[in-house]
């Protein structure tokens, strides 16, 4: 057999003042990884793409492999980005002999021209090849919409927030795309969607309801679903199908994947309000961790207004200098990305006292609340290339670059600056630029729920903390213009649209 695979990935905060041109794809490099850099960079590792390789090295396919390419969530994907990526899969389909495309995305792409990027790609795809079967694997983020499902062949979404389960997602829609080929089953799928808006601090699979939702997915599939997904979808996408939807696969038997897509749509429609996060003032939730007791492990305090892995400026100031106000000792904090504050940094030298403006250099026009520079003096303790490579469990051994890192040591905190955004999804990003994040008394991150991957283990306590940012969990913060309204929470009294919507 032949494949063809290939990995386009970028959940886009259409209200985030990051640019998102080819280069952000590139992580470093110049150019998105292709042919056999892509395939080297990728096997092996906790990805969907590597989920993907090992299903074709399993069957000893020839793989093609035209992209792989991925980049921190950020704003709107520029048209020429965009282009250029889906031209390089194009081209491939267009030399023909493939047996299986296995394609590799997110799900909430949104470009300057297109809503829906993943949709968009695999309608060019069936323009050139309508016949040649598609696999594809989705975040749980994925904002999903018809098109999607009426050109794929299946598609397979992730079952866990962190998302410990890429290469699983890979793999599992890899084996029904090769079964499919063999002509052992025959494909269905029921999708739909509800006007709901999940806040992501609400979404992750360690508590009521997502866990509950994404185990009834697990269950389905082991009552014979090929595939059941339940999507929680990216919010910070204002774009019409923004929100929750569900898929479900069935081996030719569309009623019963209707029937299963229907059940998870009632019930996550009934815990609708349990999505809903409660906000808790920055001062105060400072100061609630300031009077916890010491105790074992540290106590970790969300900035979740600025993760760059929902598109985020990672570089707005508000938490880190409540902390430094309110006078918190033995503190670790990731990470202010500043490459201005760094370049400065390095300019002085390791070991220099230098007072370093940090962060607050990036416009967001879309929120209504600025983040002023903060000006921190302390001793250039590190300096580092920012390369890592993630311990897992979640990514594992996937590359990561943050570019040049300093840490600067105020004497009370060690505050990482970084050059490229990392999310502190890993205990490595700490290790690396020599913190150990068990022996602090606090440490603030810069993340929403994808930190509980490789740091939760440590956690004594959490605090999570109202900065400022396009992450903002405050959606009355940022105007939406464009989702589809009536909609919960926007909306209190959202109706659901019965039957649920559906294609396949």
């Known amino acids: 057999m032949r494949f063809l695979i290939a990995m386009m990935k970028h959940e886009t905060n259409t209200f985030s003042p990051v640019p998102t041109p080819i280069e952000r794809f590139a992580r470093g490099r110049g150019v998105p990884l292709s042919g056999e850099e892509a395939l080297k960079a990728y096997r092996g590792t906790g990805s969907g793409i590597g989920g993907f390789i090992a299903v074709a090295d399993r069957e000893g396919a020839e793989i093609v492999c035209p992209l792989a390419a991925e980049a921190w969530p950020s704003g709107l994907v520029e048209d020429a980005a965009y282009d250029t990526m889906c031209g390089m899969i194009l081209d491939a389909v267009r030399a023909g002999g493939l047996d299986g495309i296995m394609l590799d995305l997110h799900g909430a792409m949104v470009t300057e021209s297109h809503e829906d990027g993943e949709g968009t790609l695999i309608e060019r795809i069936r323009a050139i090849d309508p016949a040649t079967p598609i696999a594809v694997a989705l975040d749980m983020h994925a904002n999903v919409y018809p098109a999607v499902i009426a050109k794929a062949t299946v598609v397979c979404g992730y079952q866990t927030y962190p998302h410990l389960d890429q290469f699983e997602t890979g793999q599992r829609a890899g084996d029904i795309l090769v079964r499919a080929i063999r002509g052992e089953i025959r494909p269905v799928m029921a999708w739909g969607n509800n006007p709901m808006l999940p806040h992501v601090m609400k979404q992750g699979t360690h508590e009521f309801p997502n866990r509950e939702l994404q185990a009834k997915c697990v269950a389905f599939e082991r009552q014979g679903a090929l595939a059941a997904s339940l999507f929680v979808g990216f919010p910070h996408a204002d774009i019409r199908e923004a929100g929750l939807s569900a898929v479900v696969v069935t081996d030719g038997d569309a009623p019963r994947a209707a029937a299963m897509r229907d059940e998870l749509l009632d019930d996550a429609w009934r815990a609708r309000k349990d999505f809903v ?25 969300l ?36 490459p201005a504050a760094v370049a400065q940094a390095i300019a002085a030298g390791h070991g220099a006292t230098v007072t370093l403006s940090l962060g607050g250099k990036m416009a967001m026009p879309a929120i ?14 590190t300096i580092t290339d920012g390369h890592f490579r ?25 505050i990482v600056v970084i050059s490229e955004h990392q999310e502190p999804n890993d205990e490595a990003a700490f290790l690396s630029v020599g913190i150990d994040p068990r022996r602090k008394r606090f440490v603030m991150l810069k993340s929403r729920v994808h930190w509980r991957a490789g740091l939760g283990h440590v956690a004594r306590e959490i605090i999570p903390c109202a900065g400022v940012g396009v992450c903002t969990s405050d959606y009355g913060e940022i105007t939406f213009r464009n989702v589809r309204r009536p909609i919960y929470p926007l909306d209190a009294d959202a109706a659901r649209p019965m039957p649920a919507a559906e294609a396949g």
């Open 277 to 301: 996060f409660a906000i808790e003032p920055l001062r105060e939730a400072v100061a609630r961790a300031k009077a916890l007791p010491p105790g074992e492990g540290p106590i970790v305090l």
């Open 390 to 414: 993630n311990l897992g469990p979640m990514s594992k051994g996937v590359e990561m670059r943050m570019g040049p890192t300093i840490v600067l040591d105020t004497g009370r905190a060690e």
């Open 368 to 381: 209504r609340r600025a983040s002023p520079p903060l000006d921190v003096t302390g001793v250039v303790k």
């Open 303 to 338: 900035d979740h207004y600025d993760n760059a892995a929902s598109g985020g400026t990672m570089d707005t100031t508000p938490v880190l200098a409540e902390i430094l106000r309110q006078g918190l000792e033995d503190v670790a904090i990731f990470a202010i990305c500043d």
